[in-house]
């Protein structure tokens, strides 16, 4: 790699301290996934850190100091002597791979370099001044000009402008294929320090991605007396659970132990997952306490703030800030998928008795197709402007669906059901958007099992596959 001083001198080729080969589609994946991990007030947490281990292998890290997210990429060729770190923009890596077109992309990595200027009048580098003299002294400012900007050659006495004097800082490089080169900005050493993940770990919830889909779209970040913004995994019962107050979905799943799982981190791990993908939640055998090691001042109190209202005072020092953090529960739980290995924080929180409305009792049943209910829907809601709005859901000898336009306007729809009826008919209201958000969940031609109450209590639905879903109507049409 030829490098030019600003003097327009060629310097000695550099030779890169590291290089290797990898998968541009694998390294791609890894960087787009961990731009899912982000902080608003921390710019170092807009990079990722990018090793490349000695045998060539990539690992990619990030994390939003909640979740953090650690990517194997098995090297195709080439390798540097010793392990070399660096932090690089992720926006810039990924916008970089996805410029190029190559299966396999090239990554030599380039570290700084500091190279020493010399006096251009006598050749003289600045340390081989006598040590007990000032290698530069600024000469004299004559009268009326402030902004003075030379220097003195202490060993001839050369005058020229401060720039001269200044050495020639090579940075470090990330030299990305044929073309591209990136330039770390920023101190490896600014990285948060990353949670190893434990080799002793218990395999506590096995699932799927679809599975957890069907369930956590039930959450709500709005919480009042209860926190809902999780997934409660119950042994006891065998399901995983969610709910905002107004909705509740539950799946069967594997779990071996009680967790509770945060729903937006879940919603961030599962988004572009096929529905059949494997996720396999771990924890340790014992309950381990929150980490601050390697955590700075403004980390340390993002983190306080994240779990607490309480503002802390500029004045407190580290060490007073992770006392405090000392008393917040804390207990770490790890997940498998692909080639990538996370580590999320759980949440400690209050979760209300889902079992007091699970278990519907005396109710009729019908069975309607999926698509064909979504459909009916959708042209209820065609005039609509939003669909959160009651829609009057009515069971007869089929299901006839009203929703209120403006005034007298209205839309109407009605679905045929496979089996099963209501004597006598009745009718009760429910929000469009959650009933919308259930069918979605589901290809056309599943079945589902329609609990229908008689009076203003909630409608279940069932794909008698693990899935069971509730709604809660409401008050007004």
């Known amino acids: 790699m030829e490098t030019f001083n600003r003097k327009g001198k060629m310097m000695e080729e550099r030779k890169p301290d590291a290089n290797t080969r990898v998968p541009r589609q694998e390294l791609l994946d890894a960087v787009s996934f961990s731009r899912k991990f982000k902080s608003g ?24 100091l909640e979740t953090g997210v650690v990517s194997s990429i098995e090297s195709d060729g080439g390798c540097g002597e010793n392990p070399v770190d660096l932090l690089i923009d992720k926006k810039k890596l990924a916008d970089t791979l996805k410029s190029l077109k190559d299966e396999s992309v090239v990554l030599e990595f380039f570290a700084g370099e500091e190279v020493p200027d010399v006096c251009p009048e006598c050749g003289a580098a600045e340390f081989d001044a006598p040590p007990d003299e000032e290698v530069l002294t600024p000469s004299p400012a004559p009268e009326g000009a402030p902004n003075w900007d030379e220097k003195t050659c202490s060993k001839c006495g050369y005058v020229g402008k401060t720039k001269e004097f200044y050495p020639d800082n090579i940075p470090a490089e990330l030299k990305v294929g044929e073309f591209f080169t990136l330039h770390p900005v920023l101190n490896v050493d600014e990285f948060p320090e990353f949670p190893e993940f434990p080799k002793d770990l218990e395999d506590v919830v096995i699932t799927t991605a679809g ?23 119950n042994k006891e019962d065998g399901v995983m659970v969610a709910t905002d107050g107004h909705r509740l979905h539950t799946v069967k799943t594997d779990i071996e132990r009680d967790l509770t799982l945060p729903a937006g981190t879940i ?3 599962i988004a572009g997952k096929k529905d059949d993908d494997d996720l396999i939640f771990s924890l340790p055998p014992e309950k381990t306490a929150i980490c601050t090691d390697g955590l700075k001042k403004a980390e340390l109190v993002e983190l306080w703030e994240k779990h607490n209202n309480e503002k802390l005072s500029t004045n407190m020092t580290v060490a007073e800030i992770k006392t405090k953090l000392e008393t917040i529960p804390c207990e770490n739980a790890y997940m498998r998928t692909g080639n990538m290995k996370i580590t999320m924080r759980l949440p400690e929180t209050m979760f209300p008795d889902y079992k007091a409305v699970t278990s519907p009792k005396d109710l009729q049943e019908i069975v309607v197709k999926a698509g064909i209910l979504r459909e009916g829907m959708k ?3 065609v005039l609509t402007a939003t669909t959160e709005m009651a829609v009057k859901v009515s069971f007869n000898g089929s299901i006839d669906l009203e929703t209120v336009v403006e005034g007298d306007s209205y839309n109407r729809a009605s679905v045929k059901i496979v089996s099963g009826g209501i004597e006598p008919p009745v009718s009760h209201n429910y929000n469009a958007r959650y009933i919308s958000d259930i069918l979605g969940l589901f290809k056309d031609d599943v079945s589902l099992t329609l609990s229908v109450p008689e009076k203003q209590k ?20």
């Open 458 to 477: 909630p409608l279940f639905f069932n794909d008698n596959a693990g899935f069971e879903g509730l709604v809660m109507p409401t008050r007004t049409a």
């Open 379 to 381: 042209q209820a809601l």
């Open 267 to 269: 919603k961030t791990l």
């Open 211 to 233: 599975n957890l889909r069907k369930v956590v779209g039930a959450s709500t970040t709005d919480n009042a007396h209860f926190s809902l913004d999780v997934v409660v995994c």
């Open 41 to 64: 007030s921390l710019t170092v947490l807009d990079n990722v850190k990018l090793t490349i281990q000695g045998d060539g292998d990539v690992a990619i890290y990030a994390t939003d």
